[in-house]
């Protein structure tokens, strides 16, 4: 298994800012998945990614808005860019640690954006 | 493409009650990986279960128990004599190694007293 931190645990933003959102697992693992959670749904897919090379972002997603750093094999962060009210949402990164089979959750953060 | 649909939005028991959670998968792929997660009100995903496609054997654990049939497509969880800490929602969701999951779009449990 994997233990996975976030740090902010949730946050109150005001429109137009931005918020850096950190992910860190316990082990090193080659992917990282982050995801958003908006009120009330599942879970959808924001980017992988890989240590060394730039996420990957599913249909929707862009770079600008929310960009994702990944310097090391443990630590991953994602900026939520230029909030609305429409960001807020949980925002939980994942890993799988090993045989990239069973992916992980951290603890996810709450994000308000007024 | 993969698919998961949970066509249960809500689900409402009383305590000690049984209850199964319907999940039914699509894909092409010949090797996937199918999950259960549990979303309590505090919000953290815990994971449950995987199985992996080529094992349908069943599993129990305590009182989950998890029935995989590759005929129907389905992946189903039952939990036996259900208690007031069950309430949450549940998700199913799908991969192949080395990808992000594809989720359902989960199932309300509330199991009251």
């Known amino acids: 298994s994997a233990v996975i931190s976030q740090k902010p645990s949730r946050d109150i933003c005001q429109r137009g800012t931005s918020l850096t959102i950190q992910c860190q697992v316990d082990?090193?693992?080659?992917?990282m998945f982050w995801y958003r959670q908006q009120p009330g749904q599942s879970l959808t897919l924001i980017a992988t990614?890989?240590?060394?090379?730039?996420?990957?972002?599913e249909s929707g997603f862009v770079i600008d808005k929310f960009p994702i750093s990944r310097p090391n094999l443990t630590f991953s962060t994602l900026t939520v860019s230029n909030m609305s009210p429409e960001d807020s949402s949980i925002y939980l990164c994942?890993?799988?640690?090993?045989?990239?089979?069973?992916?992980?959750f951290g603890p996810g953060t709450r994000l308000l954006v007024l | 493409a993969q698919k998961v649909t949970q066509a249960q939005t809500e689900i409402s028991v009383v305590e000690k009650e049984d209850v199964t959670l319907d999940c039914v998968y699509e894909?092409?792929?010949?090797?996937?990986?199918l999950f259960w997660y549990k979303q309590p009100p505090s919000g953290e995903l815990v994971f449950l279960i995987r199985r992996n496609s080529f094992d349908e054997q069943n599993e129990i654990s305590g009182r989950y128990s998890w029935n995989f049939q590759k005929s129907t497509s389905s992946f189903n969880f039952t939990i036996t004599a259900s208690q007031v800490v069950d309430s949450a929602v549940y998700f199913c969701a799908l991969t192949r190694s080395g990808y992000a999951l594809n989720f359902g779009k989960g199932t309300s449990l509330l199991v009251t007293p």
């Open positions: 082990s090193q693992v080659t992917m």
């Open positions: 994942s890993a799988a640690p090993g045989t990239l089979e069973t992916q992980y």
């Open positions: 894909t092409r792929d010949t090797t996937y990986y």
């Open positions: 990614a890989n240590q060394g090379s730039e996420a990957t972002y």
